[in-house]
């Protein structure tokens, strides 16, 4: 999912879309990428929408073999998911945000072949910015977007594996108030049809969302 216009990462949008922002001179999706292919994903598709046109042009310039996929107007993470049903064809697939980063080792234990759908996790301080999953075991029972009390500390990453009936399920759901269809409401509805599995990661998860995350993540992987 690269669609985004990263109001939150203004100025340099203004020019560039976020998931082409230069990490350590390398543009985020190349890292992005990378780490799919040395998992074993080759068939790669990219949900565009804002200056779409750059990265088709960064694709073709490092020869990377990837389906753009137009999302026409960003109607919300459920929306991107669903304009990729003709790409998915009904087989399984590894869904995820273009800007956060994932080891390829965390990426390997999302490709399953069973039925079930996966939601990567990751455990945080500051929980009431993300949306918290709530479990009980390794299922997923529901989330909660951005709590204003305490539910938990262990957080939605944004990697997923579904299978090719969530697009069922992303038919049935509604505009959320912010006016967008949200995975996250498919993803709960599917937790009480589905066993809607919670892995944890055991390696990392980074976060492009604002221009202080930048010097955050090439300081990681730098090191």
Known sequence: ???????????????????????????????????LQEAGITDIGIVTSYKSEMVKAFLDEEGIKA???????????GHAIKVTRDFVNGEN??????D???S???????IKEDDEWYVA?????????????????????KI???????????????????TSDVFTTLDTIELSPRGEYELTDALTEGAATHKVHVIKLKDYWLDL?????IPNVEEFLKN
């Open 209 to 213: 969302g604002t221009l202080e995350d």
């Open 1 to 35: 999912m690269a669609a985004g216009k990263g109001t939150r990462m203004l100025p340099i949008t203004e020019s560039v879309p976020k998931v082409l922002i230069p990490i350590g001179g390398v543009p985020f999706l190349k890292l992005v990428i990378q780490r």
């Open 121 to 141: 996790a990751w455990t945080v301080t500051n929980p009431e910015k993300y949306g918290v999953l709530i479990c009980e075991k390794s299922k997923l029972k």
């Open 144 to 162: 909660v977007e951005k709590p204003s009390e305490f539910v938990g500390d262990l957080i939605n990453s944004g990697l997923y594996k579904f």
């Open 67 to 77: 389906t753009i996929i137009d999302q026409g107007e960003p109607l919300g993470t």
């Open 100 to 102: 956060n980063l994932w």
């Open 104 to 110: 390829v080792h965390d990426i390997q234990s999302m």
């Open 93 to 98: 697939f590894v869904a995820l945000g273009g």
